[in-house]
């Protein structure tokens, strides 16, 4: 059992590679995604996660698959948009969900027009289910730098931003940080969605910022107990889809995805936070 | 633009409202420092419209507010804090400490003042309760002890009372009258006369135009607080362009006088109907007599 876990992993490069990668996904997407949960933003990080591919496609089109151009790319579209929801949310009447559905769904029209201008299906393919695999030194690099920038971001930004998702009106009255950190935090989503579209592709890239999040509702109670709970499920994640894609010949962005889901599933039923099981149970109620 | 005494903060022709309609029309007068300052009148008048122009969230439409920029500790009517936030009581206090740590100073030595600012509002023993398992008092008491540790010179405090029990109420003005000893300014909006009468010196009457300002006893007065009721709340789609004079022409040589004036005016009719308003404080109009109309600034333009 662990031969067949570990095995893959000493007898190939490769997948020391996408391992690494993987792992420094973990540390850096999960607490993002724990912040966007908590903040209801779920759903938004699967819209950024769409508004980063015409820059991808536009540094694929411009230098073919080359990883700056596509990082550089997708960290530009991401960002652009996120700032332009972002000013219309704080300047208009609309709320933020609205105002990022409208520049996703025109950033997303303008990655499938670039991506058609040229590329074939496969490409498309390509750009969309990530080449974990096939990571060289540079995606290494792209990823271990996110990793490290995210992590000390969260740490600069921690104070501010848990009192911009639980109370922004008392943010406002003491400080003007509140925008600025907002914007920051948006930064860092898609930062670490462009580092998830390298390894799983943009649409499974959500997928570790997302579900390990979710998953670790179901075993933690506080923030200090959420993140790094966050960061396990996902390393679990990583290792099995990775073994599992290893073994049974599957996709590997897909499989680490569904790892994270299987582990999703098993949290909902048993975790001791609201898990389904533990509401079958009755316990004697206390005291006081 | 004259900078108040630390404290103080003036009003000069305010207009607050939104998209053009005034909530609260040609307001006028100085809260003076140290002023304890209950805010009445009925749903709709502007009370927190008022706290909010004073706080800063929403833009004046008109006229100005003039304060010597000292931090303001507010406690809002409807709060945007989201209460399923995995936070313990002792970190939603703390954020009272903002100011004095920003954003990365340490909080292990603060922690004894923080729960000390907990039993102040006794809260003792709830340091680690998230907040979500807490009642409406009891999250209201944990609003108070961050207004305690936010330590701010002005305190506004948006219908801080609504939905909360005799005994927590009780606790509250007490610590209300603590801060007015200890010479913070304080500004109530309140819909309880018994309780403005009983803990508060001072009442600004609105009814989106000031209806009365000055010492409680004078201010709550039958006849004002029917000419309060009377003061349409409706929201005119077509009203027409406000002709009154923009803040700062006719007004800036008497502004400083207005609290003054008030009090003189509110002289006359206080002692007829001292009797009528202690035994019916809970209703705007007690009879129909309409009195001489009080004091308005915005009149004198």
Redesign the interface.
Known sequence: MIDALVAPFLEFGFMRRALVGCLALSFSAPPVGVFLMLRRMSLMSEAMSHAILPGAAAGFLVAGLSLPAMTLGGLAAGLTVALLAGLVTRSTQLKEDASLAAFYLISLAAGVLLVSLRGSQIDLLHILFGTVLALDDAALLLLGGIATVTLFALAALYRPLVMECVDPLFLRTVSRAGGPVHFAFLALVVMNLVGGFQALGTLLAVGLMLLPAITARFWARDLSGLIPASMLVSTLASLTGLSLSYHADLPTGPAIVLSAGALYLASMLVGPRGGLLYRLVRPRHLEA | MTMPRPGAIGLRGLTLGYDRHPAVHHLDGTIPAGDLLALVGPNGAGKSTLLKGI???IPALDGRIERSGE????L?QA????RT????VL??AS?GL??RLG??RSLLGRRSEVVAALRAVGLDGFEDR??GTLSGGQFQRALFA?LIL?DARVILLDEPFTGIDARTTGDLVALIRGWHAEGRTIVAALHDFGQVRAHFPSTLLLAREPVAWGPTRTVLTPANLARATRISEAWDENAAICARDHAGHAHAAAEDHAQDHAHDHAHDHAHSHHHQHDHAPHRYAEHGTVHAPPHRHGDAA
Do not use: C, N
Not at chain 2, 71 to 74: G, H, L, M, V
Not at chain 2, 79 to 82: G, K, L, N
């Open positions: 706080v800063g969230e931090a303001i500790a507010y809002p709060d945007e804090i989201d936030f995995p936070l313990s970190d939603l954020m903002w100011r954003p990365w998230p907040i961050r936010q």
